[in-house]
């Protein structure tokens, strides 16, 4: 599953590779974070149409990482959503509607996840916790990582109707089965979107049923690195979370 991500790319770059036509000014000044976490904010990419004109229009925004039903009592139920299984989302009732009509981007440079190891590969602090090697895992090509997204708009019973932060955006990140190499790292993955699935995915006018072949298309092929432990705290948040492990505790470094 993925809970931790890095986004440090600068938002215009970001835009440029995605086609963004419009960048909304929070998304803009979103600082970079090299450990995002679950109810962080994250920038999102969305096709929506103006309210006025009714065109369609690509557009960087931001999004609290947990997706909140719309009919939720109040915004912390979207703490434990920030996956969603590709396999259920027409199935469970908080990522049906938005998979019919609010998918998106999560733009990331990349993500991380922790591999379990035997007991052979030793702990560094001791005790009785089972090990594990932290993995940074980028596309090998180093393009944007475009983490299959899907966002909902949950408003605020107990503010007026002109308070602005009446509404609440959220987003989750879909995954799927692992397969290859990254299968001995963690069963789950992120779904990363190949390019030429990002217009079908973000358009409004392609409905569940098309979308969910959009879950099947062939992946993009992934580098894994081991790095160190220190990506496990969100205290830490720095480049030096992306720097290559020299003494990996995996006895067996997965290259994938």
């Known amino acids: 599953m993925c809970g931790r991500f890095a986004s440090f790319r600068d938002a215009q770059d970001l835009a440029d590779e995605l086609a963004v036509a419009e960048i909304a000014d929070d998304a803009r000044l979103l600082p970079p974070s090299w450990n995002v976490a679950p109810t962080d904010p994250v920038r999102i990419v969305v096709e929506r149409p103006d ?38 989302l027409q199935d469970k009732p908080a990522f049906a509607k938005p998979f019919a009509a609010r998918r998106c981007i999560v733009p ?37 990582t475009a983490l299959a997204g899907l966002y909902e708009f949950w408003r605020d019973p107990s503010r007026p109707d002109d308070d602005p932060a009446r509404w609440v955006v959220s987003t989750t990140v879909v995954t799927t089965a692992a397969s290859g190499t990254l299968a001995a790292i963690h069963d789950r993955v992120p779904l990363v979107l190949p390019p030429d699935a990002w217009d079908a995915w973000l358009s409004p006018g392609v409905g569940a049923d098309e979308a969910a072949g959009l879950l099947r298309t062939p992946g ?28 990996p505790r995996d006895p067996d470094p997965v290259l994938a």
């Open 220 to 247: 993009v092929t992934l580098h894994a690195l081991p790095v160190g432990d220190a990506v496990g705290s969100v205290r830490n948040n720095d480049a030096s979370l992306i720097e290559e492990d020299p003494a």
């Open 51 to 88: 309210r006025a004109t009714g065109v369609v229009t690509r557009s960087l925004r931001v999004a609290r990482w947990g997706l909140v039903p719309s009919w939720s009592k109040d915004p912390s139920a979207g703490a434990p959503m920030f996956n969603a299984r590709a396999e259920s």
């Open 108 to 144: 990331a440079e990349g993500y991380f996840e922790w591999r379990k190891l035997a007991d052979g590969g030793g702990s560094a602090s001791g005790g009785s916790r089972v090990p594990k090697q932290a993995y940074w895992i980028t596309p090998a090509d180093g393009g944007v």
